[in-house]
């Protein structure tokens, strides 16, 4: 079975089909590294607003920090004004973004309260125009990650593609869920099937893919070009690597060691200090370990102790001196 590499987004040919969706809170550039270097084939930023004037936070800073990231790199932008978008993209490019990615997806309420992310799903003429405003602002690649529709009687999943597509989006993400599912439930991918098979751009399969059995299962079902990974990869960012040796072998990969989890996680907290500063990446830290260790049942304790250390130099010394060596599973 040979290696199935990632479509083409402009002029990128991506390293692997499987690729990190943007997560709030999540995909930090500590995290966005940490999985590229596991196999991820794309990692954009947390969501980053169009409005510029509130970028100047340690915050927004950091959202559109992307130093020492591999190739492509991709910032995404949340908003519902057209020329506020297209400025949003263009300041992003200027600091070395290499995609720009659109969010009309995200279905929390704080978001779609300003008639952003998933709530455009409502206005398809507004939606045509953002995605324009921004196309045309930036000599990059523009790609969108979006849902099935608003709700059950309101999915618009297949018009809002074709209007991405004839305005000039290159990539398009599909999370299996309408905005009023938010995360309920099971993801259903017949829709994301639909849609691809109404357009010519690629796409990736975004939802419940947590495995690499089901990952090849969506791709089977949606024949999309790619899927996506978001909460499955918080606490495992090594399912890049075994979904793409499934693909690669056919075959399932053995157990990660726990010394080997352990290694990771003490690069993963080492980057976190790094970039957040001592304090602030303590705190971050702690979401993270709570994350890793709903892997390995058995070490509530250590996880308990772990996210109430208030300083780097505890936190990794208690982490290497207790973190025991059984064998644990990394599938």
């Known amino acids: ?29 500590p995290f966005r590294m940490l999985c590229r270097r596991f196999g991820a084939g794309l990692a954009a930023s947390e969501m980053l607003t169009a409005d510029a004037r509130l970028w100047d936070t340690p915050k927004s800073r950091r959202r559109m920090d992307s130093q020492g990231e591999t190739s492509p790199r991709v910032v995404q932008i949340a908003g519902f004004d057209p020329t506020m978008m297209a400025d949003a993209a263009r300041r992003n490019v200027d600091q070395g973004a290499e995609i720009i990615d659109i969010n009309m997806g995200c ?13 455009l799903l409502k206005d398809e003429s507004l939606v045509a125009d953002i995605l324009r405003a921004v196309v045309n602002a930036v000599p990059v690649p523009v790609t969108l990650k979006t849902r099935t529709g608003w709700d059950l009687e309101h999915k618009n999943g297949i018009r809002i593609a074709r ?29 994301v099937r639909s849609i691809k098979e109404s357009i010519g751009i690629p796409v ?31 606490g495992r960012p090594w399912i890049f ?78 982490l290497l001196e207790q973190y025991d060596t059984r064998g644990c599973r990394a599938a």
């Open 1 to 29: 079975m040979s290696m199935q590499l990632g479509p083409r987004i402009g002029p990128y040919v991506l390293s692997s089909n499987v690729v990190l969706a943007p997560m709030a809170g999540v995909t930090d550039r």
């Open 204 to 234: 990736f399969a975004n939802g419940d893919i947590d495995s690499p059995l089901r990952a090849r299962e969506i791709l089977a079902v949606t024949g999309c070009d790619g899927i996506m990974i978001g909460r499955a990869a918080q």
């Open 163 to 191: 209007i991405a597509e004839d305005c000039g989006i290159q990539a398009l993400a599909i999370h299996g869920r309408t905005r009023a599912d938010m995360y309920r439930g099971t993801a259903e991918h017949e829709t």
């Open 241 to 318: 690597d075994e979904v793409n040796f499934f693909m690669r072998t056919g075959k399932l990969r053995e157990e990660l060691a726990r010394e080997k989890v352990r290694d990771i996680i003490r690069a993963h907290l080492e980057d976190l200090y790094d970039f957040y500063g001592d304090e602030s990446g303590v705190r971050v830290a702690r979401k993270h370990l709570s994350w890793y260790f709903l892997q390995h049942p058995g070490q509530e304790a250590l996880r308990d102790r772990l996210v109430r250390i208030e300083t780097p130099e505890e936190q990794l010394a208690t």
């Open 107 to 119: 279905p929390a309420k704080k978001v779609c309260n300003r008639l952003a992310g998933s709530a």
